[in-house]
C-alpha cells in the first residue's frame, strides 16, 4: 500500500505566482517519483533520493520559480534543486544516465555509480559542471 500525505497548509498557504493546480502538479511529480525509485534498501543519501526527485520535477517542466539555475551549488549532493541540475548535467554527458543511476540503487548505492557511468569520479563530474556553467556565467550565458 502506498499512502502519500499532503499537507494542506501548504497549498493552501502556497505563496507563489503559480496557481494551485500547477503546485500541486509539481509536488506530484516530485513525489510521486519517491514511489518508484529505487532508493539502494535505505542506502543511497537522502540528498540524492531528493535531487532525483527534483530532476523529474525540472525534466517534467514544472520546476517552480526559484529553482535554481545550471551550475548553483556548493556541492553535488547538495540536494534537491542543486543535486536536480547537476544531474541535468549529468544525463547530457550520459544518456539516460539518473535512469541508469536509480536502476544501479536497486539493491545497494555506492557514490562509485557515478565513475562507472560517466568514466569519472563524481567530484570529477562536480569540478567539470562547476567549469561549464562558470564560463556561460562570465559570458552572460545561464538562463
Known sequence: MIRLILARFFLRDYPGPMDLKWIFTSLMHHEMTHVFQWNGEG??????????????????NYNPPGFNKPGS?????????????????????VPDFVAKLNNMMRKTYDVSFFQNLTGKPVEEVWKDYKAKYANKASEGIIS
Not at 542506502?43 to 525540472?58: M, Q, R
Not at 551549488?73 to 554527458?93: H, I, N, P, S, V
Open 43 to 60: 542506502k543511497t543519501p537522502a540528498p540524492l533520493v531528493e535531487g532525483i526527485a527534483d530532476y523529474t520535477v525540472l525534466k517534467a
Open 73 to 93: 551549488g556548493d556541492r553535488w549532493d547538495q540536494g534537491y534543486d542543486y543535486t536536480a541540475r547537476f544531474l541535468e548535467y549529468c544525463d547530457e554527458l
